[in-house]
């Protein structure tokens, strides 16, 4: 079972800043948080991934709180291209390690 | 460039068949997957091979078998086809201990 919880899912208005929340209370030390998105019909995505300090690429930013139990996706110009599910992962880097997918959040931007 | 392929993009075929799908990466990842995703979208990993070793199998059948005859191939081998077998198939490949995965196209597989 996936160990994230995201709302199923959000609107966002085009050019505005899509922030896209996720809960992973139980994460433990060494598990870095994923997020991937999956656009309608195409394979996954992946975003951008954090340990404990927040990220920034040219996709996306991403914030993780000091407790490391939450965080947030932000995508700070979102376009009608953003539209997809977003899925919000944590997981250890090892090689026996894998990535398990939830429902994740499925992003509607509005034009 | 396509960083992974799959061969074919869509596959329908009837009960009781053998089939194929491909998956190349040109990434020079060492860890590949493959991933099932259901009607309801649910996308569970079957396999993982590192190097040609299989890493990860989770429990999937054993009328699918999963091949890697280099590290930028991983082919999987279905037999017996059945109704339910019926899904998107995706390949995926990483550096070992990388959370990073790439992803291909998919595979739309149709079982009659």
């Known amino acids: 079972d996936a160990k994230t919880t995201q709302p199923p899912s959000m609107d966002c208005a085009e050019g505005r800043a899509a922030n896209l929340p996720c809960n992973h209370s139980t994460i433990s030390g060494n598990e870095y948080v994923y997020w991937y998105r999956q656009i309608h019909s195409q394979g996954p995505q992946y975003i951008i991934h954090?340990?404990?300090n927040n990220e920034t690429n040219e996709m996306a930013s991403l914030i993780i709180t000091e407790d490391r139990k939450s965080s947030t996706l932000i995508l700070p110009h979102a376009t009608l291209r953003d539209t997809a599910v977003y899925y919000c992962i944590v997981s250890h880097r090892g090689r026996d390690d894998k990535i398990i997918f939830g429902k994740g959040t499925r992003l509607h931007i509005l034009p | 460039d396509t960083a992974v392929s799959q061969t074919p993009k869509y596959l329908v075929t009837q009960m009781g068949n053998d089939k194929s799908i491909k998956c190349e990466q040109n990434l020079g990842h060492d860890t590949m997957y493959w991933y099932k995703q259901d009607s309801k979208k649910f996308l569970k990993i079957m396999f993982s091979?590192?190097?040609?070793?299989?890493?990860i199998n989770e429990t999937v059948p054993n009328r699918f078998s999963p091949k890697s005859p280099d590290k930028a191939h991983l082919n999987l081998h279905i037999n017996s086809l059945e109704l339910g077998d019926s899904a998107v198939y995706f390949c995926a490949s990483s550096q070992v201990g990388a959370g990073e995965q790439f992803f291909g196209p998919g595979t739309r597989l149709t079982v009659l």
């Open positions: 954090g340990l404990k």
């Open positions: 091979y590192n190097n040609k070793e299989l890493i």
